[in-house]
């Protein structure tokens, strides 16, 4: 008799085990990089803010009191968090602008 080719259902489960444990480590370890991705994009929005601000009081003599009046003279737009935080300039007294995302500071 000639043998037939192809898997066994032990040869296939033990393919899809392996695949599993493969997914398993690797998913983890992407979803952390995207978070330090974005932590990171949103510490350079907020030096951007930052920089912005120092240049209104710098120029206008005030602090600003909101983002919206950063618009058009020293930010393009508006920032906004890649993880959907929310952007707060800081203060006058020299406290950063900050999110309300935890880890996300400059």
Do not use: W
Not at 46 to 67: M, N
């Amino acid at each position: 008799m000639k043998a037939r080719g192809g898997m066994t259902v032990v040869e296939v489960t033990l393919v899809a085990a392996i695949l599993l444990l493969l997914a398993a480590i690797s998913l983890p370890a992407f979803f952390q990089n995207q978070t330090r991705r974005r932590a990171a994009r949103c510490g350079m929005q907020l030096d951007a803010i930052s920089s912005a601000c120092r240049r209104f009081a710098s120029e206008r003599g005030e602090f600003p009191a909101g983002l919206s009046r950063l618009v058009p003279d020293y930010l393009p737009e508006i920032p906004v968090c890649p993880s959907g935080g929310l952007y707060t300039p800081g203060t006058p007294e020299g406290d950063p602008p900050t999110c309300s995302i935890p880890g996300h500071h400059l």
